[in-house]
């Protein structure tokens, strides 16, 4: 840790930093992603160099490019004719307003057509040509100033100061323009721009070339940035060695998830196209380690490995690419903890919650190295593990993976059984630790009626029901297994759960399930964590009619979804992150509980609102979250300021919830699939779902909406699989 007097100096910077630095908005941004590396512009395509609060060019929570502006007769450009972006690359069209070109010729408004392209293979490939549609000749300067200032996330976040690295002079060779910073953490980080043509001369950051363009002609500059990391003793390491390479495999796999998305066309265009959008946001957000395919969290905040958010959108992806629930499953397996260190708020068996790669995790100033504060992560791996078994049948990865599964178990009854009563809590030991630890993870999520904050060790609802859907659904694996005594004691256990929480959650004031119980009692409040308990199949039969009832009132149910907090509630904001924002995948995983306890009609409502959502927000993107503003007020959903778009579990939330209303439900283990209770909303008439593949067999399914019925029939099968339908 820097010493004292280094630290006054640390945060006197850091307060420079966020007065002169931060602005607060990332709503209008172009992403383009690949791997590791993570591009974040605005829709004109350029990274602002002042009040940038997350635009640049990522690489392992470094910013290795904070600042790229395009002029044009030191003109910006400001009239974009069109935008688009689509996962690995983007392209922009924009045209000229009046200018004097280098020679005093008046070049009219709009006769000049620029086309900015950029593709992201482990590098940035920037491509701009503009063609002269005048009758005359036009000599032009354009200019691009780049700035990096290497800062980590977390300190672009405000979570932490900058640390004492340096950024060094600006150096170009003839041939590339070097960025570089000498780390605190002894990493040497490097921006590499390279160019084609050379500029005409370069002024620190600023490049400068001179274009001269015929009647009718054109001209092409090309830039490519790259980023690389040199730890002493260690190789230079760059997001890929060979960028033609990896075009040529994000190019396939753009084209194995399109062939995805024509496995289930339906008969609403719109549809469509949010699933388009849905599932080629999911592939853009895969990343690896060590060859374990999994998905980031979220752009731009939190890219990287988070066990929560990895293993739900594994989960909602289940029907359609089963094989990255499997390497999610390795990889958070790989980084369960097998010891305690309360820095990091690790525990034995706990499955991680987050892991960081940049300059402050290097240094340890920050705890995400990895960081285990989550009381919802290892019971979800348990869940994600049974799911994944019911639609492959593969139980040589639980065989794998039973080690694994034994020491969750374990610190699901040993260390998050804080108080003995049989919940799973969690209480922060970690200075730096998040001090709420279920989803709802901001320091306000969790409260009482009365506006109080809760207080630690606190057992939120939902994870009570993660808890007994793990160890209901792992009972029938143990068996296989031959672990009968095992099977038997986790069945015993997930019914004492189930009536303890339905006994001690229930608040028979207000018909509702508490959000959580905490040091004092009751977390009274009307919050959607209990809603998510429908999915896990907790709630007992009695109060399910009450519990769906009242999330449906108007203070819970804007029309786009349901609220993280009750309007009526003392701390409801709809812009508060956990305390009145709608959260697609929240709502997701309610829509699947509804369908499990029979609320079809609930459930298409659900549905219904989301979809209607997701054709209102720019390219059909699903965001992290939204406002908690009712339609009826506005009509359309009104943007979260900083929320992560692309999100992995956002992204998921259409695929999860079509699954629901087709009611699809696979046993593959007894080669079965079960289709309980089919409901197509009504502006899906029909869904024909090819090449659903449950165990070693696949089937073609065909949904058609009659009237109120939605009916199914199976049109191809190949393989010996029991099909039930139910109505």
């Given amino acids: 840790m820097p010493e004292p007097s280094e630290q006054e100096e640390i945060h006197e910077a850091w307060d420079i930093y966020k007065k002169h630095t931060l602005s607060n908005s990332i709503i209008n941004k172009m992403v383009i992603r690949d791997g590791e590396l993570t591009l974040v512009m605005q829709e004109d395509g350029e990274i602002p160099i002042t009040e940038n609060y997350g635009y640049g060019l990522y690489y392992r929570d470094c910013r290795y490019l904070s600042g790229f502006l395009i002029r044009l007769m030191d003109t910006p450009p400001t009239r974009v004719l069109s935008s688009d972006e689509r996962g690995f690359r983007s392209t922009l069209m924009v045209t000229n307003p009046a200018l004097k070109d280098c020679t005093g010729t008046t070049i009219p408004k709009e006769t000049l057509l620029g086309t900015l392209a950029m593709v992201i293979p482990g590098c940035i490939r920037h491509s701009q040509i503009i063609r002269n549609f005048n009758a005359f000749p036009v000599t032009l300067n354009l200019t691009y100033e780049f700035d990096a200032d290497f800062a980590d996330t977390f300190t672009i976040r405000g979570i ?342 339905n006994r001690d959650f229930w608040m028979k004031d207000r018909q509702f399930f508490a959000q959580a119980l905490d040091a004092e009692g009751i977390c009274d409040v009307i919050s959607s964590n209990p809603a998510q308990c429908l999915w896990t199949g907790i709630i007992d039969q009695k109060y399910v009619k009450y519990l769906v009832d009242r999330i449906f009132r108007e203070d819970m149910f804007t029309e786009w979804g349901i609220r993280t907090l009750s309007s009526k509630e003392q701390r409801y904001n709809p812009l508060g992150y956990h305390n009145g924002t709608v959260w697609p995948h929240d709502n997701a995983i309610i829509a699947m509980g509804l369908r499990k306890y029979g609320f079809v009609n609930e459930m298409s409502l659900l549905f219904t609102g989301m979809y209607e959502a997701a054709r209102s927000f720019e390219d059909y993107r699903l965001p992290e979250c939204f406002g908690g503003l009712t339609r009826s007020e506005y009509g359309i959903p009104v943007k979260y300021p900083v929320a992560c778009s692309p999100q992995a579990w956002a992204s998921g939330t259409m695929p999860f919830m079509l699954t629901a209303s087709l009611g699809i439900a696979p046993d593959a283990l007894n080669n079965r699939l079960v289709i309980n209770k089919p409901h197509l909303p009504s502006w899906l008439d029909n869904v024909q779902f090819n090449n659903v593949k449950v165990g070693k067999t696949q089937t073609d399914l065909n949904f058609k909406r009659v009237e109120e019925e939605t009916l199914v029939n199976v049109s191809k099968k190949s393989g010996d699989i029991n099909a039930l339908i139910e109505y």
């Fill in 160 to 501: 932490a100061p900058p640390t004492t690295g340096k950024v060094l002079p600006a150096r170009f060779d003839g041939k590339n323009l070097y960025l570089s910073y000498e780390g605190e953490d002894k990493h040497h980080r490097n921006t590499i721009i390279a160019f084609d043509p050379s500029p005409m001369r370069v002024e620190g950051k600023v490049c400068i070339f001179e274009l001269k363009i015929a009647p009718r002609g054109l001209q092409t500059v090309n830039v490519e940035i790259s980023v690389e990391e040199i730890n002493p003793g260690h190789e230079p390491e760059r997001p890929v060695k060979n960028p033609d390479q990896r075009m040529n495999q994000i190019m396939r796999s753009y084209v194995a998830t399109l062939e995805c998305c024509d496995n289930i066309p339906t008969s609403n265009n719109i549809f469509n196209s949010i699933m388009v959008r849905s599932l080629t946001d999911l592939n853009m957000m895969r990343m690896s380690l060590n060859g374990d395919v999994f998905h980031s969290a979220g752009v731009p905040w939190y890219d990287t490995l988070f066990g929560r958010d990895s293993i739900i959108s594994a989960l909602q992806l289940l029907p359609l690419k089963a094989e990255l629930a499997k390497s999610t499953l390795l990889v958070n397996a790989k980084f369960q903890s097998n010891r305690s260190d309360d820095w990091r708020d690790q525990e034995p068996g706990k499955v991680l919650h987050e892991l960081r790669l940049g300059e402050l995790a290097n240094l340890n100033l920050i705890p995400q190295t990895p960081y285990y504060g989550t009381v919802d992560a290892t019971p979800l791996f348990l869940i994600l593990l049974t799911e994944y078994v019911n639609w492959t049948g593969d139980i040589e990865l639980v065989k794998q993976l039973e080690g694994n599964v034994d020491q969750a178990l374990k610190w699901i009854d040993i260390h998050a059984n804080m108080e003995g009563n049989g919940f799973a809590y969690y209480a922060v030991k970690s200075p730096l630790g998040i001090y709420n630890q279920g989803w709802k993870d901001s320091p306000d999520s969790i409260s009482r009626s009365d506006g109080t904050l809760a207080k630690q060790p606190i057992a939120v609802a939902e994870v009570q029901g993660y808890v007994y859907m793990a160890k209901r659904s792992l009972a029938p694996l143990f068996r296989q297994l031959g672990r009968e005594s095992d099977a038997s004691r986790l069945k015993k256990e997930a019914g004492e759960l189930k009536e303890r929480f």
